[in-house]
């Protein structure tokens, strides 16, 4: 019984793994865990000149050449920065609350493939450009993704901090909405190829990507990933401008770095999985995968196209935040229940009547029909939500003089009313506009003060 479990399980995962020896396992971890690392400081560099072309400015340019150097002095100071503890905070959780962070945002890599099937160099072992796959692999995914939100609210918690707390619970809030978007804009790609393996997922884009052919879901997805990160304009946990930096408001030095780790990590988590699952994953783009035979989608080509791809959605990331502004929080949340959410249930109801008729009616659809259907409804959501001018303004009413004092105590004004002027603003008036003499003013002025 056993034996015929595990058959079936390896029939729904295209990618082999027969070769793997434990070095090659550790290797290709540490491998991920260094590239994971070394693109951060990428990312940071090129947020950093992206943001600057889009506001026209310099960006990093003095430290090293194109102020590459300049992510090693950053680095530098937030180590040697001082590590202040909070005393009034749980100090295990406190701590352990970053760490949690960025250990959930560095295992989502383990199931996606960055390329095709390689031999290594020197040796006779093939084996593909992946850690593992398995039948649920997606599903791993979002569990990972939805543990490493504890890391941010054990530390808003841990920080025993009001603006803390406030950043953590919106965080919880905010991850709970968008991940349930993005759960079900993942759902499409499920009833499209039949599985819950990256690898059989990417092995089904063969003739078109999942993002041209459900392209309602992948709009979704880019919209709940920029969410499911808190990057601008959905930064809410973390607002400056109200929360002082939000859950991490109580951290400094390299407990601070954690938490930066862990969020742009979990950006380039999103943008692989966005690759993987409507893009293609490592296979070239169209005309490209044509040439030679399909040469370009074999050995470490692969690489290229993935990386290429996943670098694109990082740009989305840098060009929203260089251009859109933050929202309010209930914009927000209202974005997420009555925007996407609605929009994600019936793309979901519409697709599954599609392939329910293609699959037990004598009524087959032809391969294009699910492509047009998806830019219909795409078609269809934009002529919806589009924005209707709003009718022109009445002319605003003179407003009403009202004496503050009338009721014995100070009211404020009602909505078109206005403060009578008081004695001495009538008395300055007077001085300033018929007569001006400054010696007079400045003799009222004194006048009242006394």
């Keep these: 019984m056993t034996s015929q479990v595990l058959a079936a399980e390896s029939a729904e995962v295209v990618a082999d793994f027969s070769q793997d020896n434990g070095w090659i396992v550790a290797l290709k971890a540490v491998l991920i865990l260094i590239c994971a690392l070394v693109s951060v400081i990428i990312a940071i560099w090129f947020e950093r000149k992206v943001i600057a072309r889009l506001q026209q400015r310099v960006g990093p340019n003095v430290r090293g050449p194109m102020g590459l150097f300049q992510l090693v002095y950053d680095a530098m100071k937030l180590f040697l920065k001082e590590d202040m503890n909070v005393s009034r905070a749980d100090k295990l959780t406190y701590i352990v609350a970053p760490g949690l962070s960025v250990a959930a945002s560095l295992m989502v890599f383990a199931v996606i493939p ?9 040796t006779d072992i093939s084996t593909p450009l992946q850690l593992t796959d398995f039948p649920v692999a ?32 919106r965080s ?8 349930l978007v993005m759960g079900m804009s993942l759902v499409t790609v499920f009833i499209m190829s039949g599985s819950m393996s990256t690898s059989t997922i990417v092995n089904a884009q063969g003739k078109l990507w999942y993002g041209i052919m459900l392209a309602p879901s992948l709009f979704l997805y880019i919209i709940s990933m920029i969410g499911e990160t808190n990057r601008l304009p959905f ?22 770095a954690w938490f930066f780790l862990a969020e742009y990590i979990n950006m380039l988590n999103v943008s692989a999985v966005c690759t993987t699952l409507f ?18 989608n074999t050995g470490y080509w692969t690489i290229l196209w993935f990386l290429a791809k996943t670098w694109l959605l990082m740009f989305v990331f ?26 994600a249930l019936a793309w979901i109801v519409i697709l599954t009547c599609v392939r329910a008729i293609d699959r037990f009616t004598s009524y087959h659809f032809n391969a294009w029909a699910v492509p047009i259907l998806s830019w219909a409804v795409v078609v269809f959501i934009i002529i919806w939500y589009w924005p209707v001018p709003d009718a022109p303004a009445a002319e605003p009413a003179e407003p009403v003089e009202v004496d503050a004092f009338a009721d014995g105590f100070p009211a404020p004004p009602l909505p078109g009313q206005v403060l009578a002027p008081s004695p001495r603003s009538a008395r300055l008036a007077v001085a300033v506009t018929e007569e001006f003499d400054p010696v007079e003013v400045v003799e009222i002025v004194r006048e009242e003060n006394s």
Excluded at 140 to 169: E, M, N, P
Excluded at 172 to 179: C, K, L, N, W
Excluded at 318 to 343: A, C, E, N, S
């Design 114 to 122: 960055i390329g095709g099937q390689v031999t290594i160099p020197w």
């Design 138 to 169: 997606v599903l791993y995914i979002l569990a990972v993704t939805a543990v490493g939100v504890y890391g941010i609210v054990l530390g808003g918690w841990s920080s025993r901090s009001t603006y803390s707390l406030l950043g953590s619970v």
């Design 172 to 179: 919880t809030a905010q991850i709970i909405s968008y991940e």
């Design 235 to 256: 930064d809410l946990p973390e607002a400056e401008g109200e929360l002082v930096a939000g859950y991490m408001t109580e951290y400094s030095s390299m407990k601070f």
């Design 279 to 296: 893009l293609g994953g490592w296979r070239a783009p169209w005309p490209l995968s044509a040439i030679g035979d399909g040469v370009l």
């Design 318 to 343: 840098v060009w929203v935040r260089g251009t859109v502004v933050r929202l309010r929080y209930d914009q927000f949340m209202r974005f997420g229940w009555k925007g996407l959410l609605p929009v």
